[in-house]
């Protein structure tokens, strides 16, 4: 009885500070705070029992809201934790599959959220397991739930986390043979194929787009039909190569701000003119390599577990220039510009503003962040999936200004001008940094700017 009972006050002071943990990375940041919190949860998930314990924690404590931030955590808590071993490998995929179907009280309040927290730690784990311990962690009875979850929940987030679930579990062979005998292609062709005429909401838009593009994504490249040829036009009838997307530069100071500027109703006036079109896309050669990029290269996601960047095809070297990006997700995301210069390191988790050869902006947090410090920066609000962000560059005043939905953030020059025009030379590229499970379209100038 006595043991009993320290087995269960064990139990309830883990799930405590794994909480405390947890709740106290939300309001940090100081770096090496951070790294201090991580480090707990880290430390928490040294047993198999407290692995699990912190797993079935996670389940009831992220949020839709929430995951913007809170996945990039777990996915380096587990990481970074240790391997549990294969018994405890299946007493977690019963617990998860147990959070999906609570009984009582607890199945009328969480049953929505839990399936989707479920699917995001299911994919966070079979990459991290990818081989027999992903077979082990995959039962007939996780595939059904995710493919289920798929055909038949109407949240678009739960479906999004199990379509990448089944990618990451399909890393491991044994685990892919068994998707591709159930009907996962038609369940795709169903996902790509909803429509968002008529609807309005942003929030409801953008959920359904990053559902449409993970299904469009995975049936090109993960679960594609080998025994037919490949097709030369994607799900929406688009051919490959027929969008001719440029950067569109402003010829003087008045036509760059007539551009730009918000007009007394709130909108803007696309009225630059472009002296030069250039076709630029999102550069898969200048890119660290777990991006998803639509066939337009237009579209990135990063459904990876470290932060990913990114350069487009062209750089500039003076004048005033414009682009623009529409948020599908409003996780932490660090979009402007940097030199070829500017180093991406996905593992240290160093990107965009993380030294002296880029800038940007992330929204999520409210900072502008150049040399790897930040400084407040933006409004009181965090951005919003659907909100349009305007990156302004005047090189030769060696400025920068950044609009969201139409509006000036205001004017920034935080750089030491003589450097600035000496990395100006070697060219600044619009540039872009996201953690897990973010997804933007990016808008050079080939349509007019909103």
Not at 80 to 93: D, G, K, V, Y
Not at 209 to 222: P, Y
Request: some cysteine.
């Amino acid at each position: 009885m006595n043991k009993m009972a320290a087995r269960l006050l064990e139990r309830v002071f883990v799930k405590v500070h794994i909480r405390a943990a947890w709740n106290k990375l939300h309001n940090i940041t100081e770096h090496g705070e951070l790294s201090s919190a991580l480090e707990s949860l880290i430390h928490l998930t040294a047993t198999d029992s407290s692995y699990c314990e912190l797993l079935g924690v996670m389940v009831d404590m992220i949020t839709t809201d929430s995951l913007g931030i809170a996945a990039p955590f777990l996915c380096h808590i587990i990481d970074m934790a240790a391997l549990p071993s294969q018994q405890t490998t299946r007493r977690m995929s019963q617990q998860l599959l147990s959070k999906c179907d609570p009984v009582g009280l607890a199945r009328l309040r969480s049953k929505k959220k839990n399936k989707t927290a479920a699917a995001l730690i299911w994919s966070m784990l079979a990459n991290r397991l990818a081989g027999e311990m992903s077979a082990t962690l995959f039962s007939d009875a996780v595939c059904e739930c995710l493919l289920n979850n798929i055909e038949n929940d109407p949240d678009m987030t739960c479906k999004v986390f199990s379509i990448i679930a089944l990618e990451k579990f399909s890393l491991t062979g044994l685990c892919k043979a068994r998707i591709m005998q159930t009907p996962i292609r038609r369940l795709l062709r169903d996902t790509a194929n909803m429509s968002i005429y008529g609807l309005t909401d942003k929030e409801e838009i953008a959920g359904i787009l990053q559902a449409k593009f993970c299904a469009e994504w995975s049936l090109r490249n993960i679960f594609r039909d080998i025994t037919k040829e490949p097709k030369e036009t994607s799900l929406d009838g688009s051919q490959l190569g027929d969008q001719s997307p440029s950067i569109s530069q402003t010829e003087n100071d008045m036509s760059a701000r007539e551009s730009l500027s918000p007009t007394e109703g709130g909108s803007k006036r696309v009225s630059g003119s472009r002296s030069c079109n250039v076709k630029v896309i999102l550069n898969t050669l200048d890119a660290t390599r777990h991006w998803k990029i639509s066939e337009d290269g237009l579209t990135i996601r990063n459904d990876g577990s470290t932060f990913e960047s990114i350069r487009a095809t062209k750089s500039v070297t003076c004048g005033k220039w414009f682009y623009e990006v529409t948020l599908i997700t409003a996780g932490i995301m660090q979009l402007g510009w940097a030199t070829s210069h500017c180093q991406f390191s996905p593992e240290d988790g160093t990107g965009i503003g993380d030294d002296v050869f880029g800038f940007a902006y992330d929204g999520s947090r409210n900072l502008i962040w150049s040399s790897g410090d930040s400084e407040p920066y933006g409004e009181s609000e965090a951005w919003r999936p659907g909100d349009i962000l305007g990156f302004y560059l005047d090189i030769d005043n060696a400025i920068m200004e950044c609009f969201m939905n139409g509006r000036s953030l205001g004017p920034i020059t935080p750089f030491d001008k003589d450097h600035f025009a000496a990395q100006a030379t070697s060219g600044y590229f619009p540039a872009f940094s996201f953690t897990s499970f973010q997804q933007a379209t990016f808008n050079f100038g080939a349509s007019e700017f909103k």
